[in-house]
């Protein structure tokens, strides 16, 4: 069973940039179409984002698009999620998801992931 561990959450001023970490623990993380979700207070999870195992596709959630970035480094089992241009909607805990698999679909539903990380809070608040 992979794990994920997500880390660089924190407080951030609105219009600030905050960078997220995700690391799996499997070597065979190249196999693996990876997402990123949230969660906001009183709020059901989200889709974020997500990028395939190649690195090909990447596909974003209309609310972030233009002002978020997904990316993934295979050699150091880690993916991504550049946030910039925060806004205080943004606030919420986010996940990390994998789901094994060698297609280029980009899996956008959070019933398609099988692994999910702890989560890691971001707030932006000034």
């Known amino acids: 069973q992979v794990q994920l561990v997500e880390s660089g959450g924190g407080l951030v001023q609105p219009g600030g940039s905050l960078r997220l970490s995700c690391a799996v623990s499997?070597?065979?993380?190249?196999?693996?179409?990876m997402g990123w979700f949230r969660q906001a207070p009183g709020k059901e999870r989200e889709f974020v984002a997500a990028?395939?195992?190649?690195?090909?596709?990447?596909y974003y959630a209309d609310s972030v698009k233009g002002r978020f970035t997904i990316s993934r480094d295979n050699a150091k089992n880690l993916v991504y999620l550049q946030m910039n241009s925060l806004k205080p909607e943004d606030t919420a805990v986010y996940y990390c998801?994998?789901?094994?698999?060698?297609?280029?679909?980009?899996?956008?539903?959070?019933?398609?992931?099988?692994?999910w990380g702890q989560g890691t809070q971001v707030t932006v608040s000034s």
């Open positions: 998801a994998a789901r094994r698999t060698y297609s280029e679909y980009v899996f956008v539903n959070e019933t398609d992931f099988g692994s």
């Open positions: 990028i395939t195992w190649s690195g090909g596709s990447t």
């Open positions: 499997r070597r065979t993380f190249s196999e693996y179409t």
